[in-house]
């Protein structure tokens, strides 16, 4: 009997054994699948998070390219504005080659014979009368042409005409030591008639000089300074002084 209570009470003692091993199992069971789910919770966010900084990397990588591009696009574009310069500077200079043996006389009456003008000999004529030039000289200046502008040209605002009724002249010299020498004897003119004498420049230059003539004009009215207009292939400005031995300043 004594060995059969023993029995019973080992037996008894394996079931609680068990049972506290499985309830053990089982909890360790539960919190490892608790575990489990707050990791894979933990790795959703994670992915989550990562997925949201490759969208963000494809965004602003998308705006790297495209500010990229946009400053290409602008420096090709500056580029080509300077190249363009470049270009309209060397077609000026060119322009105002050709204009070189060129004048420009305003202010002088037509002299009509049998309707029509004899413009060689009515600018000779300008030439002893009015420039007080040497008859021997005026007859030996090679004039290659002389006509009439048309009256249109004052229209455009870029004529310096002085006389609004009476077109203007051109001529082309046959070298330039007489386009010089006539272009300096304008200091004889009269200056109650009205009558000028001008280098021919492109339209953009001539422009210009219209308006630096009126701004000059002003400038000597009201600064009681002296005036001059300089000129080279690309441009046109204005010099000034206050005394005749002060040196010339760029205005």
Known sequence: MATSSKSGERSEATDVTN???????????????????AVSGDVKKLEARVNDVDTAMEYYSSKILDLEKQAFSQKEKTELLERTKVL???NLQQEARSR????????????LSDGREDTQKLVRDFMSTNLKLPDDYVNSVIICNAHRLPRMIKSVGTSDDTSP???GIIIKFGTMFDRNRILRSAVNLDKTQKISIRTDLPPE?????YELARKA??????????????ESL???WIEVRKL???PWVKR
Do not use: A
């Open 19 to 37: 049972t506290e091993l499985k309830e053990l199992i089982l909890g360790m069971e539960k919190k490892l699948l608790n575990k489990i789910e």
């Open 88 to 90: 309209e500077n060397q």
């Open 100 to 111: 070189r043996y060129n004048l420009l006389i305003y202010g002088v009456n037509p002299v």
């Open 165 to 167: 009724t009476i077109p």
């Open 205 to 209: 230059l001539k422009k210009k000089r």
């Open 217 to 230: 004009y002003d400038l000597r009215q009201n600064d009681q300074i002296q005036t001059r207009i300089k």
């Open 234 to 236: 690309s441009d046109v």
């Open 244 to 246: 005749s031995t002060d």
